[in-house]
């Protein structure tokens, strides 16, 4: 990496982010108390990761979730929402419920992807516990094995109206 | 002017002062951020969204862990109140602010020290592995980040024969050559490392780190919530703006309102944003173009920031 | 004027001596800490008298010692420590009211306690040779058997007090000849006789016995390398006990100092104070570094006095080289920042280590490892450790940062000096000075993290509960010292500069603006402790006020006040998973790894079925002082192999001495003829 290519980036940073569209409309009841301010912590509660690589792309450069104000964080204390992916399995009830408690009120749970909130097609494994929906009260679900980033920003968007 | 009216002009310069900076903290904040994913490639939250997630948080619930004492709910208090403090009185828009005398560099030093000590002290109060980890960490590169940051002040205060700090800046401004000597050099040089070291960007620490293990500063926050969070996140953007304001008004002063008058106040806020706004997104580049040193490589970095300071205290005594 | 003040506080500490040998156990205690306040408060008086008028109080005897009789003279300088141990003292008598139950009520520590404060109060003002031995020496017993008093079954505390007795007297021994040479060129015991002589005496003579002083005097003050007795005794002493002596004794070390080498010899050469600052340089440093890396609570705050005694004697030698190259202004700010770091010391070192004691009666325990929470058990106890813990870190607006403050400027403006060794030592002061501070902020972080905050480590720190009154009160008396001096130490600056003009250092006075301001006449240096103060704390109630208003308004959710600490959603949390005293200092320990060498001890002991299954692992980690394992224990070694190679000339046959008898005898028939 040469000093030529480092202030090339500087001066012509390439955008690769896509064109987000009209807001979607905000949610009616959990938009409000956040003001446009969204942070997430993310659970993964036994999913097959491949939700997270959505999520991922979902905040990364051509999806950019930070523009709307969405962030993650590293505790639940900061947290907003709880983001849980996968079924929840039998060894991952307490860890998620503890996360849960730890939150500050007021917070949302938000189920991504079909296991999250159905079992998708681990349902009746020996491993699992049930959906999401079966150990935390869920306040928004988002579809698809997996959802597409789309999906998924349009959901954030919803919540913080942007 | 009559003493009422003289007393009034300090309290409102005051205020103002801590206004700006109270604002312009999180403001710098977002900055940063904008300047990292623009380079990164994409468009990033707007510059005001740390406002905006300042504002949500002081609607949310606070918690405190079930064997905290006081001092969990104090340290946010002072880390900010510390801030407030040296705003009010440090030569950021003027050399003449309120309670000029007395604004001296070795005593705002360790009153930001102070609110550092109290963050540490409520961090090891909520009786967490982690935060006392983060504590420990920052304890240690503060013991060795503080003998670098007193070398240099020592360095700069040679050639003046003064540490107080208006009239550091009002030499400065009257005397550019006293800026261009190598002892404030090395001195920048050292008081650079040093605030990379205490507001915890990198080389030193990762502001957005999610991975315990590596965090110094975030370790120590992990377990606020609600207002806390929003005093401690504005307490931290003031230092930094706070020191990046004390390093751009020291090695380059110009702007600064040197007379008294409303309007010259108002232009020397305007240089001040502008001369920080540099500095951050100078900073905010170079971190995304440096990786963060591990953890027993610091001492080396720190180390040479403090012999960069010795140097510049060996050449400012050699001139004279 | 009258001398009334001495002889009352003489009278009163023997009386009080006595009262505590010869009443019974539930009486002595109480009647002899009434008498010693007695004592204090003379003390008080006449020092306050002496300050004020600028003459000195003068007592003479030739009753009392045959031979040699008793001189007493109180100059400021002398009065200046008298306040300091009589203040600790008072603070240190009442805590022992409440303190007592805990073994400090025998006849023993009865009769030695008063006799030990006394002996300091008279110390600085003992104006002859013999006074001054005599006072000393009593100090110094006293203060052994107080050190053995309370546990004198305990291992620790027995070698505590060898290693205490034998360096204070080595440390003696220096004093003794350095008095006895200035006496014997003198021609006369008194300390007047003595300043009268001291100039016609040689440069080698007046360098020996200058260094002869500073060797016993900065063993007595805890300078590094004669500090290895400090760590063991002040940790090992009882509470108040403990208190007096970092509090009120190391100070004794810095008068004698400053009194053989500004008061008796009139000031030497630059190479002198060098040593000085050196000697100051090297314990700061070391005292630091220990301090950060220590787990036991007292044996920290007992290396944080080695390393404040260091600062001290960085100043004093700044003062000397200063007035050595001509500058008497700097050097006289300079010995005002020496007396004024003194007395913060002895403010907040004593809270600090009167409420240490508080916690060991509490819980049972000094180790930092098994202590916590105890900020919510303690309240008081804990406020009043905080007030110390924050003034040693020197952080505004307690008393510690105007002393540093005044250290600091002292050597910013004494550095445009054409001396290159005043230059070079002044900027490693200042260097030493940095980080010092950086590592003592290091160290009480810990011990107050540690030891007070988060949750109990122990079942003893759970059932740890506050003590009684008399205790939290003697505390919380110097505590409140440590808050006074940092908001005017225009108190006692004054009182500082007429002692520093009694050890001769003449220079401008410092102008003072009513109770606000601190100028340093003939310096560009300003400081108004207060209005910092009042500004902090103004924007600590405005910032909490906005905090709880704007949450009130904005917020419909009730804060709550027992959660569960957060912990990365574990099901078990416990309170051993939080950090110790030994975690918290390890990266610190890392870096300075080649100074501290310490010994890691690793014990794996496997299953007895099969070597593959680790049954236990025992991990141990010890910090010895390294200069007491690197210097002390080979010449202790060394003595011991020559002592041993000795004996057998002492193997008990009469033919053989009577053989040595006269040979002897021939030696000297031939010499003399």
């Known amino acids: 990496m040469t000093l030529r290519s480092v202030l090339r980036a500087i001066a012509h940073p390439q955008l690769a982010t896509e064109d987000p569209g009209a807001t979607p409309g905000a949610h009616p009841v959990l938009a409000g108390p956040l003001h446009g301010s969204l942070q997430l912590r993310h659970v993964d509660a036994g999913s097959c990761n491949g939700c997270e690589l959505e999520v991922t792309s979902a905040f990364g450069p051509v999806y950019d979730a930070e523009r709307f104000g969405v962030r993650l964080v590293a505790s639940p204390r900061h947290a907003d929402a709880l983001l849980v992916t996968g079924p929840v399995t039998k060894n991952m009830v307490g860890p998620l419920e503890r996360t849960f408690a730890a939150m500050p009120e007021p917070r949302i749970v938000i189920a991504l992807g079909d296991c999250a909130r159905d079992c998708g097609v681990f349902r009746g494994g020996y491993g699992v516990e049930g959906a999401v929906g079966d150990v935390l009260p869920v306040d928004v679900h988002i579809s698809g094995c997996p959802p597409h980033p789309e999906a998924i920003i349009e959901a954030l968007r919803g919540l913080t109206d942007r | 002017m009559t003493g009422l009216a003289q007393v009034s002009s300090t309290v409102l310069m005051a205020f103002v002062q801590i206004a700006v900076v109270a604002v312009g903290g999180p403001l710098l904040l977002g900055v940063m951020r904008k300047v990292r994913s623009r380079l990164e490639g994409r468009v990033g939250a707007p510059i005001h969204q740390p406002l905006l997630d300042l504002r949500k948080l002081l609607t949310k619930q606070r918690m405190r862990p079930r064997e905290a004492s006081w001092i969990f709910g104090a340290g946010p208090v002072i880390l900010v109140a510390t801030a407030v403090a040296v705003a009010a009185i440090s030569p950021l828009a003027t050399t003449r602010p309120p309670l000029g005398q007395s604004s001296d560099f070795f005593a705002i030093v360790l009153v930001l020290l102070l609110g550092a000590v109290f963050l540490a002290l409520s961090a090891l109060d909520t009786g967490t592995p982690f935060a006392g980890m983060g504590s420990s960490r920052a304890m240690t590169i503060g013991a060795l980040a503080e003998p670098a940051l007193l070398v240099a002040i020592l360095a700069m205060s040679i050639p003046t024969r003064t540490s107080n700090l208006p009239a550091l800046v009002r030499i400065g401004l009257a005397h550019p050559s006293v800026i261009a000597s190598p002892a404030r050099i090395l001195a920048l040089g050292s008081f650079l490392v040093v605030i990379l070291a205490e507001s915890g960007r990198l080389p030193v620490d990762n502001p957005n780190t999610h991975l315990e293990l590596t965090m110094i500063h975030e370790a120590m926050v992990l377990e606020y919530s609600g207002p806390d969070l929003g005093l401690i996140i504005l307490g931290e953007s003031m230092r930094l703006v706070l020191l990046l304001g004390l390093?751009?008004?020291?090695?380059?002063?110009?702007?600064?309102?040197?007379?008294?008058?409303?309007?010259?106040?108002?232009?020397?806020?305007?240089?001040?944003?502008?001369?920080?706004?540099?500095?951050?997104?100078?900073?905010?580049?170079?971190?995304?173009?440096?990786?963060?040193?591990?953890?027993?490589?610091?001492?080396?970095?720190?180390?040479?920031?403090?012999?960069?300071?010795?140097?510049?205290?060996?050449?400012?005594?050699?001139?004279? | 004027m009258s001398n009334a003040s001495l002889i009352v506080t003489a009278t009163a500490g023997l009386a009080a001596a006595i009262a505590g040998g010869a009443l019974p156990v539930r009486r002595r205690v109480g009647a002899a800490v009434l008498l010693t306040w007695g004592s204090c408060a003379s003390a008080i008086a006449g020092a306050v008298q002496v300050l004020h008028s600028g003459h000195a109080l003068v007592l003479q005897s030739s009753a009392i010692l045959p031979l040699t009789g008793v001189n007493l003279a109180l100059n400021p300088l002398g009065a200046v420590f008298v306040i300091a141990t009589a203040v600790v003292a008072l603070a240190s008598t009442l805590y022992w009211l409440?303190?007592?139950?805990?073994?400090?009520?025998?006849?023993?520590?009865?009769?030695?306690?008063?006799?030990?404060v006394t002996s300091m109060l008279l110390v600085p003002a003992a104006a002859s040779v013999a006074t001054f031995l005599v006072l000393w020496e009593l100090m110094a017993l006293s203060s052994l058997v107080l050190v053995l008093t309370d546990q004198s079954r305990r291992e620790a505390a027995r070698s505590a007090a060898t290693w205490y007795a034998l360096m204070t007297h080595a440390g003696a021994a220096a004093i003794l000849l350095a008095l006895v040479l200035l006496s014997a060129h003198a021609g006369g015991q008194t300390f007047a006789d003595i300043q009268a002589h001291a100039h016609h005496m040689s440069g080698a003579l007046r360098a020996t016995v200058f260094i002869l002083a500073l060797l016993g005097f900065g063993s007595k003050a805890g300078a590094v390398p004669l500090h290895v007795w400090l760590p063991k005794a002040h940790a090992e002493a009882p509470g108040p006990v403990s208190a007096l002596m970092s509090g009120a004794m190391v100070n004794l070390g810095i008068y004698g100092i400053v009194l053989v080498g500004n008061v008796l010899l009139g000031g030497g050469p630059v190479w002198w104070w060098?040593?000085?600052?050196?000697?100051?340089?090297?314990?700061?440093?070391?005292?630091?570094?220990?301090?950060?890396?220590?787990?036991?609570?007292?044996?920290?705050?007992?290396?944080?006095?080695?390393?404040?005694?260091?600062?001290?004697?960085?100043?004093?030698?700044?003062?000397?080289?200063?007035?050595?190259?001509?500058?008497?202004v700097t050097a006289a700010i300079a010995m005002v920042a020496t007396l004024l770091l003194m007395v913060n010391h002895s403010a907040f070192k004593g809270t600090l280590f009167l409420a240490a004691g508080s916690v060991l009666v509490a819980t049972g325990t000094r180790d930092l490892?098994?202590?916590?929470?105890?900020?919510?058990?303690?309240?008081?106890?804990?406020?009043?450790?905080?007030?110390?813990?924050?003034?040693?870190?020197?952080?505004?607006?307690?008393?510690?940062?105007?002393?540093?403050?005044?250290?600091f400027q002292s050597l910013l403006h004494g550095l445009p000096t054409a001396n290159t060794a005043v230059v070079i030592a002044v900027s490693v002061g200042v260097a030493a000075l940095a980080l010092t501070g950086g590592l003592t902020v290091a160290a009480f972080v810990k011990a107050m993290g540690i030891g007070f905050l988060g949750r109990p480590r122990s079942d003893e720190a759970a059932a740890a509960h506050e003590v009684p009154i008399t205790m939290r009160l003697g505390a919380g008396v110097l505590a409140t010292l440590c808050v006074m001096l940092g908001l005017v130490p225009m108190l006692v600056i004054p009182a500082l500069e007429r002692a520093a003009q009694s050890a001769g250092l003449v220079g401008a006075p410092s102008s003072l603006h009513g109770w606000v301001d601190l100028h340093l006449a003939g310096l560009h240096g300003v400081l108004a402790p207060v209005l910092l103060a009042g500004g902090l704390t103004v924007a600590a109630v405005v910032v909490s006020l906005?905090?709880?208003?704007?949450?009130?308004?904005?917020?419909?959710?009730?804060?709550?006040?027992?959660?569960?600490?957060?912990?990365?959603?574990?099901?078990?949390?416990?309170?051993?998973?939080?950090?110790?005293?030994?975690?918290?200092?390890e990266p610190l320990q890392r870096v300075f790894d080649d100074v501290i060498?310490?010994?890691?001890?690793?014990?794996?002991?496997?299953?007895?079925e099969s070597r593959y299954y680790i049954e236990r692992i025992a991990y141990r980690t010890t910090n010895e002082d390294v200069i007491e394992r690197g210097v002390y224990r080979p010449m202790i070694n060394a003595v011991r192999w020559w002592g041993e190679r000795v004996r057998s000339l002492q193997n008990g046959s009469v033919h053989r001495y009577l053989a040595y008898g006269l040979v002897a005898l021939v030696v000297i028939l031939v010499v003399v003829a």
């Open chain 3, 546 to 585: 906005v905090r709880r208003m704007a949450h009130r308004r904005s917020s419909t959710w009730p804060a709550l006040h027992a959660a569960e600490p957060w912990g990365s959603g574990r099901v078990l949390q416990t309170a051993r998973m939080q950090y110790t005293a030994t975690s918290f200092a």
């Open chain 2, 247 to 320: 390093l751009v008004n020291l090695f380059l002063p110009w702007g600064v309102a040197n007379r008294p008058g409303a309007l010259m106040f108002v232009i020397g806020l305007g240089a001040l944003a502008l001369k920080v706004v540099v500095t951050g997104v100078a900073i905010a580049v170079f971190e995304v173009f440096t990786a963060k040193m591990r953890l027993f490589r610091l001492p080396e970095l720190l180390a040479g920031g403090f012999i960069l300071a010795v140097l510049g205290a060996v050449t400012a005594m050699a001139a004279r």
């Open chain 3, 369 to 407: 490892d098994r202590l916590g929470g105890l900020m919510r058990r303690m309240t008081f106890t804990g406020a009043a450790f905080l007030v110390g813990a924050l003034s040693v870190m020197a952080l505004p607006p307690f008393n510690g940062f105007v002393g540093e403050w005044l250290l």
């Open chain 3, 597 to 608: 060498r310490p010994d890691h001890d690793l014990d794996v002991s496997h299953a007895a």
């Open chain 3, 98 to 116: 409440g303190y007592a139950s805990h073994g400090l009520s025998t006849r023993t520590a009865s009769t030695a306690l008063p006799l030990f």
């Open chain 3, 274 to 328: 060098l040593c000085v600052s050196t000697l100051g340089v090297v314990s700061a440093l070391f005292g630091a570094l220990y301090a950060a890396t220590s787990t036991d609570l007292k044996r920290l705050l007992a290396y944080s006095t080695a390393d404040n005694m260091g600062l001290v004697l960085i100043a004093l030698g700044a003062s000397g080289m200063f007035a050595a190259t001509g500058h008497q």
